[in-house]
């Protein structure tokens, strides 16, 4: 198996009215579901934008400089993210897809060119 991100960047979709926004997370949590039915999914969030950011950090002169909020200034931010141990590409593109589906929006997939390392229960 392999691990996959598939992601979106909080940019790409549109403004949405509350009611919108419950629908989408709705159509998302059955695909989620279809996931976790599947064995698949590793772990995935959708509540991040640049409201989230905590900070930055970055070693400068052999010392930590925490800079708060972005450090980049950036018209992309991640918005929500999965993380899926499937087969191969076309797997983790069936998932994307399916997501995309629900969300009305983009997905982005990339493979993980090995194992991570996670606390697994």
Same mark, same amino acid.
């Given at each position: 198996?392999?691990?996959?991100?598939?992601?979106?960047?909080?940019?790409?979709?549109?403004?949405?009215?509350? =009611?919108?926004?419950?629908?989408?997370?709705?159509? #998302?949590? @059955?695909? *989620?579901?279809?996931?976790? %039915? /599947?064995?698949?999914?590793?772990?995935?969030?959708?509540?991040?934008?640049?409201?989230?950011?905590?900070?930055?950090?970055?070693?400068?002169?052999?010392?930590?400089?925490?800079?708060?909020?972005?450090?980049? =200034?950036?018209?992309?931010?991640?918005?929500?993210? #999965?993380? @899926?141990? *499937?087969?191969?590409?076309? %797997? /983790?593109?069936?998932?994307?897809?399916?997501?995309?589906?629900?969300?009305?929006?983009?997905?982005?997939?990339?493979?993980?060119?090995?194992?991570?390392?996670?606390?697994?229960?």
């Amino acid at each position: 198996m392999t691990e996959y991100l598939i992601t979106f960047n909080d940019e790409w979709v549109p403004a949405h009215t509350a =009611e919108e926004v419950r629908e989408k997370s709705a159509a #998302a949590r @059955v695909v *989620v579901g279809e996931m976790l %039915a /599947a064995e698949v999914l590793i772990f995935t969030n959708g509540g991040l934008d640049r409201s989230t950011a905590v900070c930055s950090v970055e070693p400068v002169d052999g010392e930590l400089l925490f800079t708060d909020g972005p450090y980049v =200034e950036s018209k992309e931010h991640l918005g929500g993210f #999965a993380v @899926v141990d *499937v087969a191969d590409d076309e %797997a /983790a593109r069936y998932w994307a897809g399916r997501l995309a589906t629900a969300l009305d929006w983009p997905q982005e997939v990339h493979r993980f060119r090995g194992p991570g390392r996670a606390r697994r229960k």
